[in-house]
């Protein structure tokens, strides 16, 4: 615990750039003030009581400056009131403060970690869950700012605990030390709870990433949830995970509660013994007496705020250690930036694989093994094989998604690496089968690519993509909203729209990941009409099951099993009757 408090503490202290020790200066300044407003009661009642009896306070250091200045009784109730008021003042401050301070740096904690997730190699984000990402950017992070609370609110009782133990001393040292006696043995006897909160916390963490996982895989699979009539069994799922969650917290509770209950029949315990003791074994005067009960009073609720921040603290710290490893599993998949003002191959010859191998950590198999081709800049290329066979990994590789495990891709013979890998991915555009569009204006989906495009060149690329027919027809044109992930339009419409999006960015490199599988045939031919007067001005590759989609190609590429197994021009293959193209053209193995 203690390692984990100190690391956490460490990382508040970098995340706010150290502007959190401003706000703990302000706390312990409110907290002398309290302090020492109720140390003033000291002199009040040695006035009120030197009225009666004639009689002054031995109290040291108070009853040296009572004797020496023999202030009023209306000067010691200014007194006491204008610390009341400073004191209010600067919890007011320190609130505010501390409040503006933490929130600026949780969102800067949000921010970094988005900041990870996109910059994180492709190959890593594949193997994560989008929904334990959205949990972290959510759920954890609001669990580290309860966490930095607690925290805050755990130095606080220190700081009044420690105020009110010094002006115990002043008063009585005896009484002092028992008291502190007494807080260390109730705060010992609640330990098995503070260790409940820490697996507490381990637990709900997990159970918060489940649901997650269960409420984003039904409402992005929405469509087929309903079409399979399981929108139920997702509902009792759903419910199962509240469940757990309920069920966890509400055990936490009782245990949590019962320490509370512990705590104040211990601190009644404590408080008839802490008067007893004072007045039949110290024997203190009446005013002593009456200013001990009032720090007590103000010091046995520390240690109960000392014991539920630190059960809080525990329950959330948890949320952190996994934000942390995820976080830092994140940067240091970082995908290299690649050298300041590094240019884009020009790519006016071919680009070639070599030797080009890919693993992915954990498989029993390469996912590409030993392949061999090259891509001519100004023709189109036809990648076909099974489903699963490595077409689109080979086309992630080619647009520079993915790192070759071993092997070589050159454009123009200049390698692609790290060095250059994301200036050559500038220069390409995919369009792929499932189009992703936003939650906006068809216009603002097609200004993705290029944000300053002007609406005439977008009608341009619509027109391209056959699709300014439809958006025309649309109420409101290109300033129509198209749904959650477009799903106020069709499929076609959409990978239409999709199309449009890659010629807007006018790339060197186009390649179509199954692109027109949502068409109906007639827009289809259309398409491929239009990718075949293409050539010549921009390399196609075009991943693809269908013939209509592959025709109008120069070269093909047939991929099985991660290997290439066969190359060469489309005229060429479609005349060998024993070819894969041959095959596919006849209808057989064309199904994948």
Same mark, same amino acid.
């Given at each position: 615990?203690?390692?984990?408090?100190?690391?956490?503490?460490?990382?508040?202290?970098?995340?706010?750039?150290?502007?959190?020790?401003?706000?703990?200066?302000?706390?312990?300044?409110?907290?002398?003030?309290?302090?020492?407003?109720?140390?003033?009661?000291?002199? =009040?009642?040695?006035?009120?009581?030197?009225?009666?009896?004639?009689?002054?306070? !031995?109290?040291?250091?108070?009853? !040296?400056?009572? *004797?020496?200045?023999?202030?009023?009784?209306?000067?010691?109730?200014?007194?006491?009131? =204008?610390?009341?008021?400073?004191?209010?003042?600067?919890?007011?401050?320190?609130?505010?403060?501390?409040?503006?301070?933490?929130?600026?740096?949780?969102?800067?904690?949000?921010?970094?970690?988005?900041?990870?997730?996109?910059?994180?190699?492709?190959?890593?984000?594949?193997?994560?869950?989008?929904?334990?990402?959205?949990?972290?950017?959510?759920?954890?992070?609001?669990?580290?700012?309860?966490?930095?609370?607690?925290?805050?609110?755990?130095? *606080?009782?220190?700081?009044? =605990?420690?105020?009110?133990?010094?002006?115990?001393?002043?008063?009585?040292? *005896?009484?002092?030390?028992?008291?502190?006696?007494?807080?260390?043995?109730?705060?010992?006897?609640?330990?098995?709870?503070?260790?409940?909160?820490?697996?507490?916390?381990? !637990?709900?963490?997990?159970?918060?990433?489940?649901?997650?996982?269960?409420?984003?895989?039904?409402?992005?699979?929405?469509?087929?949830?309903?079409?399979?009539?399981?929108?139920?069994?997702?509902?009792?799922?759903?419910?199962?995970?509240?469940? $757990?969650?309920?069920?966890?917290?509400?055990?936490?509770?009782?245990?949590?509660?019962?320490?509370?209950?512990?705590?104040?029949?211990?601190?009644?315990?404590?408080?008839?013994?802490?008067?007893?003791?004072?007045?039949?074994?110290?024997?203190?005067? @009446?005013?002593?007496?009456?200013?001990?009960?009032?720090?007590?009073? &103000?010091?046995?609720?520390?240690?109960?705020?000392? *014991?539920?921040?630190?059960?809080?603290?525990?329950?959330?710290?948890?949320?952190?250690?996994?934000?942390?490893?995820?976080?830092?599993?994140?940067?240091?998949?970082?995908?290299?930036?690649?050298?300041?003002?590094?240019?884009?191959?020009?790519?006016?010859?071919?680009?070639?694989?070599?030797?080009?191998?890919?693993?992915?950590?954990?498989?029993?198999?390469?996912?590409?093994?030993?392949?061999? $081709?090259?891509?001519?800049?100004?023709?189109?290329?036809?990648?076909?094989?099974?489903?699963?066979?490595?077409?689109?990994?080979?086309?992630?590789?080619?647009?520079?998604?993915?790192?070759?495990?071993?092997?070589?891709?050159?454009?123009?013979?200049?390698?692609?690496? !790290?060095?250059? &890998?994301?200036?050559?991915?500038?220069?390409?555009?995919?369009?792929?089968?499932?189009?992703?569009?936003?939650?906006?204006?068809?216009?603002?989906? $097609?200004?993705?690519?290029?944000?300053?495009?002007?609406?005439?060149?977008?009608?341009?690329?619509?027109?391209?993509?056959?699709?300014?027919?439809?958006?025309?027809?649309?109420?409101?044109?290109?300033?129509?909203?198209?749904?959650?992930?477009?799903?106020?339009?069709?499929?076609?419409?959409?990978?239409?729209?999709?199309?449009?999006?890659?010629?807007?960015?006018?790339?060197? =490199?186009?390649?179509?990941?199954?692109?027109?599988?949502?068409?109906?045939?007639?827009?289809?031919?259309?398409?491929?009409?239009?990718?075949?007067?293409? &050539?010549?001005?921009?390399?196609?590759?075009?991943?693809?099951?269908?013939?209509?989609?592959?025709?109008?190609?120069?070269?093909?590429?047939?991929?099985?099993?991660?290997?290439?197994?066969?190359?060469?021009? @489309?005229?060429?293959?479609?005349?060998?009757?024993?070819?894969?193209?041959?095959?596919?053209?006849?209808?057989?193995?064309?199904?994948?």
């Amino acid at each position: 615990m203690i390692a984990s408090l100190r690391k956490f503490i460490a990382f508040l202290w970098r995340l706010t750039n150290g502007r959190i020790g401003i706000a703990l200066a302000l706390n312990v300044l409110a907290s002398l003030t309290e302090g020492v407003s109720l140390f003033l009661l000291i002199p =009040l009642i040695a006035t009120i009581d030197a009225g009666d009896s004639g009689q002054t306070i !031995d109290i040291p250091v108070i009853g !040296d400056l009572m *004797q020496r200045f023999h202030p009023s009784l209306g000067l010691l109730l200014v007194g006491f009131v =204008l610390l009341i008021t400073v004191q209010g003042a600067l919890i007011r401050t320190k609130t505010l403060y501390l409040t503006k301070v933490m929130h600026h740096a949780i969102d800067r904690l949000r921010q970094g970690f988005f900041v990870s997730a996109g910059n994180a190699q492709w190959e890593v984000l594949q193997q994560t869950r989008v929904s334990d990402l959205n949990n972290m950017l959510t759920v954890e992070t609001g669990r580290v700012q309860v966490a930095a609370s607690n925290l805050t609110s755990l130095f *606080q009782a220190l700081i009044l =605990l420690m105020t009110y133990l010094t002006m115990a001393l002043l008063v009585s040292w *005896q009484m002092a030390l028992f008291a502190a006696a007494i807080g260390l043995v109730m705060f010992a006897a609640l330990y098995p709870i503070r260790r409940r909160a820490t697996q507490f916390g381990q !637990d709900v963490g997990y159970m918060f990433r489940e649901q997650s996982r269960t409420l984003l895989e039904f409402l992005t699979g929405i469509r087929v949830a309903k079409s399979f009539l399981v929108e139920d069994a997702y509902a009792e799922r759903f419910w199962q995970r509240l469940t $757990l969650i309920r069920q966890s917290t509400l055990r936490y509770a009782g245990i949590s509660t019962l320490g509370t209950f512990s705590f104040q029949v211990m601190s009644a315990i404590a408080a008839a013994a802490f008067i007893w003791v004072a007045v039949e074994v110290a024997q203190l005067d @009446f005013g002593r007496l009456v200013v001990l009960l009032l720090i007590f009073l &103000r010091l046995a609720p520390r240690f109960g705020a000392i *014991q539920d921040s630190i059960q809080q603290l525990l329950s959330n710290l948890p949320a952190f250690e996994h934000f942390s490893e995820q976080d830092a599993a994140l940067a240091k998949a970082a995908e290299p930036k690649g050298e300041e003002g590094e240019a884009a191959p020009s790519f006016t010859d071919e680009i070639r694989l070599e030797g080009l191998s890919l693993s992915y950590p954990g498989a029993a198999k390469p996912a590409l093994d030993d392949i061999n $081709l090259t891509i001519k800049c100004g023709r189109i290329t036809a990648l076909i094989g099974p489903s699963g066979s490595g077409k689109s990994t080979i086309a992630d590789l080619i647009m520079g998604l993915l790192r070759p495990t071993s092997g070589r891709m050159t454009v123009d013979g200049v390698e692609i690496t !790290d060095r250059n &890998r994301r200036a050559w991915r500038g220069s390409v555009a995919f369009v792929p089968q499932e189009a992703f569009l936003l939650h906006d204006t068809i216009a603002a989906n $097609l200004r993705i690519a290029l944000p300053d495009a002007s609406d005439e060149l977008l009608w341009s690329v619509l027109d391209q993509a056959k699709a300014r027919s439809f958006v025309e027809q649309l109420s409101d044109g290109l300033q129509t909203i198209v749904g959650e992930r477009g799903t106020r339009l069709s499929g076609g419409e959409r990978q239409r729209i999709a199309m449009a999006r890659a010629l807007l960015r006018d790339p060197r =490199l186009l390649i179509l990941d199954e692109a027109t599988s949502a068409l109906d045939w007639e827009n289809q031919q259309k398409i491929a009409a239009d990718i075949a007067a293409m &050539r010549g001005k921009v390399t196609i590759l075009t991943v693809a099951h269908r013939p209509s989609m592959i025709r109008f190609a120069d070269d093909m590429i047939a991929i099985e099993d991660g290997r290439c197994v066969e190359s060469g021009t @489309f005229a060429a293959l479609a005349a060998d009757p024993h070819s894969r193209l041959a095959a596919m053209l006849r209808g057989e193995g064309a199904e994948s």
